[in-house]
Each structure stands twice: as structure tokens, then as C-alpha cells.
């Protein structure tokens, strides 16, 4: 087979023939086809590795998920013990870290994106955000460490019970006793809030960039301010690719450890947070909800991770810990659900 070509040159047609055109073509064509096959192999071989380790898991937790596994607390004896510390941990501090996180984030990115101009500070702001987002999170632990306890035991101290301000010199105001402990709920989601921020970031701007720009400039033309532009058009507009950024960074914080371990996490908790224990005690006891921020918890990354380094030499612990795994592994499913949900029902609801 030959490939032909031509042009003209002063009003004359002229034609040529490139010989051996078809062993070429055979031969990327082969090329492509083991590429397919090498990424096909890679993929099932992953798939494989993963189904193997879901199943070694299931094996080593049969017998020990059951419902007082869930509603138990920690114990030495493996037969007893339980992951209701762990849970309750977990949900209030992902949900004080969202709380934290979200605002922040999409706020920046909305800033970013939409308001602030395209100058040398910004775009080295730009930059760093990417290089934030590849940081260990380790790293992120460290800098709560040696930067939001000091500040606890700095605000403790400030609103310490035993303190008195002096009113007009004639009062004297007793200020509540405010108790913050070391590893507590708030240190631990403000430096989860580090870790996830540049991801919440970088996502939310991707939203917000894929908007076309014919919406904010006929919302514009309309008479609409910048605000509106963002609040009514853009913001609902990128509502799916943000709400699917800021899940998957959730379920980041859900499944880390080690800036927890960092900032002095309980590892072995026989008490929720708070002391709330069920979701009936929120209804009928919502004062102790105050208390959940400056008590102390613990995560069920890090009750695995304990668990697992447990001696014992029949193996208990080591079932105890595989069903902790199986627990975490629905709840982030259940986040990653979540997610694929609100894309799908925001994604409908845009009307272009």
C-alpha cells in the first residue's frame, strides 16, 4: 500500500507516492494494540490484588462483625471488644472539619477564580496550592502539633475558672471554666482541615472553571452584579463538581492516622465525646454536644492501627481488627456514594 500526496506548484498538479506507508501503519496498529492489552492486565491485575485482600479481610473478621461490635466500647479481651468510641470520634470530627473546611475552601476558590486578578502573587499562590495538595500528611500533623495545642492551652488558660476580669473596678466577672484537652476533637479537625483544604481548593476551582464563560457574561449583560453573577449562575452551575470534590476530600480525612497520631489521639478510648453515645442522647441531651469540641477521642483508623499491633498469639485481635477495616470500608463507601448521588441529582437540575 502507498500514500499519495500532491500540491500545485505554478498552475501544475503534481503528485508523488510514499512506498512502505503500510508496514508503517501495521506496525503502530500493533503497537496500539499491545499498549490496550498491557493497560487491560495492569487493570485486572490491580483488580485481582484488591479482591484477594477484600476477601483475606472478610475471612479474618467471620464471627467477630456483628452488631455488639458496633456498639461496643475498647476492651483487652478481644471477644468484647468494640468500635463505638472510634465511630462516634470519627463522625464529629469530620463533621467539625467540614464544617472548617468547606467554607473556607470554596470561599478561596471563588476568590481565585472569579475575583481576584491575574497577577504574580496570585499565580504563586496557584502554585503552592497544587504543591500543598501532594504534602504528607504527616507533615500537616506536625504543624498541629506545634501550633493549634499551644494555642489551646493558651485559650484554656485565658478562659480558665480561676482567672477574674475587673469591670468599671467595682465587679468582678467570673469567666467559665473551659477544659481543652490535649488530642481533642477541635485541634484534631482543624489540622484535618489542613490536610484536605488544598484538595478542596483545587477541586472547587476546576468547577467553577469548567462554567462556561456565556453565563456570567449574559448574566452580566442583564444588569446582574458580580455577586449575583457568582451566587445565582456560577456557584449552582458548579454545584456537582464541587459537592463531589469536597466529599472525596472527606473521605481522605475519614481514612487518615498519622496527623492524629501526631497530635496525641487516644489510641485505646472506653468513653464517646461528650459522653454522647447514641443518637437519642442528641435529642435528649443536647447540652453535651458543647463539650464534644474540647473533649478528647479517638479515630477508627487509629484503633485499627492499635489493634493490629496487638500481641496475641491466636490471633484475636488481628479478627478485631479486620472487622474495624470492613466498618471503615463501608462508611467510606457510603461517602463516595454520597457523592456520586448529589453530582447526579445537581447535574440534572442545571438547565443551560
Not at 481548593?201 to 452584579?225: D, F
Not at 487518615?256 to 461528650?274: F, N
Not at 478528647?296 to 496475641?312: C, G, R
Amino acid at each position: 500500500m502507498s500514500v499519495v500526496s500532491g500540491g500545485v506548484t505554478d498552475g501544475v498538479v503534481s503528485v508523488s507516492f510514499t512506498a512502505g506507508s503500510d508496514s508503517q501503519i501495521r506496525q503502530r496498529l500493533r503497537l496500539s494494540r499491545y499498549f490496550m492489552w498491557l493497560c487491560r492486565l495492569v487493570t485486572y491485575a490491580s483488580l485481582g490484588v484488591l479482591a484477594v485482600l477484600l476477601l483475606s479481610i472478610m475471612w479474618n473478621s467471620a464471627g467477630r462483625l456483628s452488631w455488639s461490635f458496633l456498639s461496643s466500647h475498647y476492651s483487652m479481651h478481644p471477644d468484647r471488644c468494640g468500635i463505638l468510641a472510634g465511630l462516634w470520634g470519627t463522625f464529629w470530627l469530620v463533621l467539625l472539619t467540614a464544617g472548617f473546611s468547606i467554607p473556607i475552601g470554596v470561599g478561596s476558590a471563588v476568590y481565585l477564580e472569579e475575583m481576584a486578578k491575574d497577577t504574580w502573587l496570585m499565580r504563586v499562590i496557584r502554585v503552592n496550592l497544587s504543591n500543598l495538595a501532594g504534602v504528607p500528611s504527616i507533615v500537616y500533623g506536625i504543624l498541629g502539633l506545634t501550633a493549634f495545642r499551644p494555642l489551646m492551652i493558651q485559650l484554656q488558660s485565658l478562659f480558665d475558672g480561676r482567672h477574674a476580669v475587673n469591670v468599671l473596678g467595682m465587679f468582678r466577672l467570673r469567666l467559665l471554666k473551659l477544659d481543652i484537652y490535649d488530642g481533642s476533637v477541635l485541634i484534631g479537625a482543624m489540622t484535618m482541615s489542613l490536610v484536605i483544604l488544598p484538595t478542596v481548593i483545587i477541586a472547587s476551582q476546576e468547577a467553577l472553571r469548567a462554567v462556561p464563560a456565556s453565563i456570567r457574561v449574559a448574566s452580566l449583560a442583564l444588569g446582574a452584579t458580580r455577586w449575583q453573577t457568582i451566587w445565582r449562575q456560577v456557584l449552582p452551575a458548579s454545584l456537582p463538581g464541587i459537592a463531589t470534590g469536597v466529599i472525596l476530600s472527606i473521605s481522605r480525612a475519614i481514612g487518615e492516622a498519622a496527623p492524629l497520631m501526631m497530635i496525641g489521639v487516644l489510641t485505646v478510648a472506653s468513653m464517646c465525646p461528650g459522653g454522647l453515645e447514641s443518637p437519642g442522647q442528641l435529642l435528649s441531651e443536647p447540652g453535651r454536644v458543647l463539650a464534644v469540641p474540647f473533649d478528647q477521642f479517638t479515630a477508627m483508623p487509629v484503633e485499627i492501627y492499635d489493634w493490629s499491633k496487638q500481641p496475641d498469639p491466636e490471633d484475636r485481635f488481628t479478627a478485631v481488627a479486620a472487622a474495624g477495616i470492613l466498618v471503615l470500608l463501608a462508611v467510606l463507601l457510603t461517602v463516595n456514594a454520597a457523592a456520586m448521588i448529589v453530582r447526579y441529582r445537581a447535574g440534572r437540575q442545571l438547565r443551560w
